[in-house]
């Protein structure tokens, strides 16, 4: 794609769902590839690890003052049960103490973040770190509710209640914020309470009635063999949002990617470092491409840099080799050329 097509594009479009703390020097490649914004996990369990030490918020704060200062925007996911409410955190906190302590954990996190936010009161000009002031108005509520690594048991009614009363707090928190589903997994190979394709999890939820009115945003996380295969994922989500007569909701992949390790036979995501040149251009120019008719608003690579001992595959799924240098990959390089941006500062 020809720089000026690519810079037509909004650079919230582009993002990366990074796995390692956000540094100032990450954030400066992040803003010459073109890189618009960063989601960012908020883990309930580990702000809030016990129900007496209050909140703690250093490790988000510090990237979202690396995101500000680098113009990023910041997709927030809230997920993660913590151990003093459930011996699991994919236990969804949808009853009694659990819900009552997930909704004030929503609520401290809008009023750290959102428009009126403690964070850039405290970061404010003429405080000793002024950071740029970027308040976050977009909340996702939780991560991949269809598989059981981030949530048991897998329930569209389970999760429509969290949803239910997570939106109502933050809007009520912040009237003018967006909430997004949980990015759904395309096609996990689990079912029953261990998985649900991300169609039939969508399906199911909009069954529920007035559910529609209850977020603004769904979203897919399409790993898949081939990029054909994420094309079609992302056209069956799209059909089930047309099919609920809701054609106003706004698609988002939160996460998507492939690895460059070439342990396609191990792993199908793992493709080599050049199979992940080739699906990235190709599914990034299917997105690009259909956005406007998608209602797309935001496209995540996962991940930023390899981290090794991570899920099966993604410890090569990174535009860089793991450790500080920014070892670039092919993959970067392709990224930045789609983008119109640039491969260093």
Not at 19 to 36: E, F, K
Not at 50 to 72: C, E, F, K, M, N
Not at 213 to 224: E, N, V
Request: hydrophobic letters at 40%.
């Amino acid at each position: 794609m020809a720089p000026t097509a690519a810079q037509a594009i909004p650079r919230s479009f582009f993002g990366v769902a990074p796995q390692t703390a956000l540094s100032d020097t990450d954030v400066q490649y992040m803003r010459v590839g073109r890189i618009g914004s960063v989601r960012l996990a908020v883990p309930w369990d580990g702000v809030q690890p016990t129900p007496q030490g209050g909140y703690g918020w250093g490790g988000i704060d510090q990237a979202v003052a690396a995101a500000a200062r680098g113009g990023l925007q910041i997709l927030p996911f809230l997920y993660g049960t913590p151990r003093w409410l459930s011996h699991k955190p994919t236990s969804l906190p949808i009853g009694g103490r659990a819900r009552r302590a997930w909704i004030a954990f929503v609520w401290a996190a809008i009023e750290r973040y959102g428009p009126n936010g403690q964070f850039w009161l405290e970061h404010g000009p003429g405080s000793e770190d002024p950071v740029p002031r970027d308040p976050i108005r977009t909340w996702q509520v939780w991560n991949e509710a269809n598989f059981f690594y981030f949530a048991f048991p897998v329930s569209p009614a389970r999760y429509a209640r969290l949803l239910n009363f997570t939106s109502t707090a933050i809007k009520r928190a912040d009237p003018g914020a967006k909430v997004v589903l949980s990015g759904l997994f395309g096609d996990p190979d689990e079912d029953g309470p261990r998985g649900m394709d991300a169609v039939d999890f969508l399906e199911e939820l909009y069954r529920v009635p007035g559910i529609e009115s209850k977020f603004d945003g769904i979203a897919l996380h399409p790993y898949a063999i081939h990029a054909g295969d994420l094309s079609q994922m992302t056209e069956d989500m799209r059909s089930v949002a047309l099919e609920n007569h809701d054609p106003g909701a706004a698609l988002y992949i939160t996460e998507m990617g492939w690895g460059s390790e070439d342990n396609f036979q191990q792993d199908a995501f793992e493709q080599g470092i050049f199979g992940q040149v080739d699906q990235l251009r190709d599914s990034y120019r299917y997105l690009i491409d259909n956005r406007r008719r998608l209602n797309l608003k935001a496209a995540y690579w996962f991940t930023w840099k390899d981290v090794q001992g991570s899920c099966d595959f993604c410890d090569s799924t990174g535009f860089f080799h793991e450790g500080d240098r920014f070892r670039a990959k092919p993959a970067w390089h392709a990224f930045v050329r789609l983008t119109g941006g640039r491969a260093r500062p």
